[in-house]
């Protein structure tokens, strides 16, 4: 066997019994980087406002919902261990465990069709401009037991993406492959990016990919909320590149870059990050209206999904991402969540296949 199936297959044996023993833990690979970081804390804690991680070192999971929904947690890890590293962990002493499973509402395609005409109206009589409709696909006979082996494709798949696994008791155990930087910092620039549009890729060539006005409208309605932002606060020296077109498993999306050379204190980064959640690209514009037409038209709860997650750094520095192509693994399923971008220009059917395509980048590994 050679070394790195050796380091791989140890990932695998940690990662199966931080499950088993429902240890609260975090493991992530960064976009382009081979290395997963694992962490275990034994009861991560709450927080409400970033503020409260100034010169903490660890990883933080919040929901979509902020102010109404699941709370926010930081695992700030009392072992830490790298798919690099040899480090040794003794899981001989705890027992198993086996949680209670929540129940995930799972959207049929007539209930998902409802719910786009409930906000089609909205849309077209310009109560608001955009609004990002999500729903719940169950794959039922893979559960808990997968999880590992699943997230260690994911990363192999996509190598571009940020794959994560995030378990918290009584919170769920969380796997995707994020093609979204939400936010990252390294304490003298911060970068983030504009991203929506999708089309299903086929067998086209990513640069041949043609976009349509409804496309090209919702990712600007995402690149105009950004720069209003960064103006609100300032922040006026960026590079900005794009959109341009880019591939994210089967389906390709388009993105403009951010990024500012501006040194902020942990402080303005964390006011920043806050404002910024959630991004038209995941809940819509206005965000209020946005975000009230989602609480009342969905009926499922979005819990991480379309949150963020991703490591903070006692200097300050962070990488974190929005909870995209992601899903909740249950004791006996898995419960993914996708959306997608509506206007007034939207035509059901098309927005309807747009989260199949979504959802096949994660079933594709999972099957
Ligand atoms: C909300 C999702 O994707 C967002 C990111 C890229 C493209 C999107 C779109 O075309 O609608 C969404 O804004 C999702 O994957 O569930």
């Known amino acids: ?63 979509f919902d902020i102010d109404t929904e699941q709370a926010s947690y930081f695992i700030d890890p009392e072992f830490e261990f790298s798919s690099n590293s040899t480090e040794f962990f003794d899981f001989s002493g705890l027992p198993d465990q086996i949680d209670e499973d929540s129940e995930v509402y799972e959207s049929s395609k007539e209930d998902y069709l409802e719910q786009i005409n409930e906000m089609l109206a909205d849309l077209k009589s310009k109560k608001l401009d955009k609004v990002i409709l999500s729903r719940v696909h169950v794959l039922n006979g893979k559960g808990r037991k997968d999880a590992t082996s699943i997230f260690l494709r994911l990363k192999e798949t996509y190598p571009n993406a940020f794959v994560s696994m995030v378990d918290i008791p009584g919170v769920g155990l969380w796997i995707g492959a994020s093609p979204e930087k939400f936010l990252n910092s390294d304490g003298k620039t911060i970068e983030t990016v504009a991203l929506a549009g999708t089309q299903q890729l086929g067998d086209r060539a990513v640069q041949s990919v043609e976009w349509e006005k409804k496309e090209i409208e919702e990712q600007a309605y995402v690149s105009k909320y950004i720069e209003e932002l960064l103006s609100n606060y300032q922040i006026d020296d960026y590079q900005k590149q794009g959109p341009f077109t880019v591939q994210a498993g089967n389906v390709v999306h388009l993105k403009t870059t951010y990024k500012a050379n501006t040194a902020l204190s942990f402080d303005q980064i964390s006011s920043f990050a806050q404002a910024l959640h959630p991004t038209p690209a995941v809940c819509g514009l206005p965000k209020n209206k946005a975000m009230d037409l989602i609480r009342k038209v969905e009926k499922h709860k979005r819990e991480y999904y379309a949150g963020f997650l991703g490591p903070i750094h006692a200097d300050g520095g962070l990488a974190l991402f929005v909870n995209l192509r992601s899903m909740k693994v249950l004791q006996e399923s898995m419960a993914l969540f996708v959306g997608g971008g509506i206007t007034a220009d939207s035509d059901p059917e098309k927005e309807w296949m747009e989260t199949c395509f979504k959802a096949q980048t994660l079933l594709k590994v999972i099957k």
């Open 1 to 63: 066997m050679s070394q790195l199936e050796d380091k791989e297959k140890s990932t695998q044996y940690f990662l199966e019994q931080c499950i088993k023993k429902r240890l609260s833990f975090y493991a992530y690979s960064l976009p382009g980087d081979q290395e997963i970081k694992i962490g275990i804390q034994t009861s991560p804690s709450k927080f409400t406002n970033l503020l409260d991680l100034k010169g903490k070192e660890g990883f933080l999971f919040a929901p």
